[in-house]
Nanobody, 125 residues
């Protein structure tokens, strides 16, 4: 059974940092495109960042560019999201997602077949 488990959410003051981790099992992790999405109350799930499987090419939402960094460890089957200079508007449940097949649009949630349960990130002002 495929599992994606996120760690690292919590409460942080504005300007602070958090690092999210997502451990993947029962998938050939190195062949997966990995993404991070978030969903705030009353809003649709939105793309945050993605990292390609082999080249490790990264894509970011404009709202997080220069603040967030996505990375992966293909030995530990883990994808990370380092979040710096956090803002109250970053408050959301953060989800990691995996696609074991090639996808053309990494920002589209429907392209990802597997999802974690989510981890809450709350940024206080």
């Amino acid at each position: 059974q495929v599992q994606l488990v996120e760690f690292g959410g919590g409460l942080v003051q504005a300007g602070g940092s958090l690092r999210l981790s997502c451990v993947v099992s029962q998938l050939i992790f190195s062949r997966c495109t990995m993404g991070w999405f978030r969903q705030a109350p009353g809003k649709e799930r939105e793309f945050v960042a993605a990292i390609g499987r082999s080249s490790g090419a990264t894509t970011y939402a404009d709202s997080v560019k220069a603040r967030f960094i996505i990375s992966r460890d293909n030995v530990e089957n883990t994808v990370y999201l380092q979040m710096n200079s956090l803002r109250p508007e970053d408050t959301a449940v953060y989800y990691c997602a995996a696609s074991p097949t090639t996808i053309m649009e990494v920002t589209e949630p429907l392209m990802y077949a597997h999802w974690g349960q989510g981890t809450q990130v709350t940024v206080s002002s």
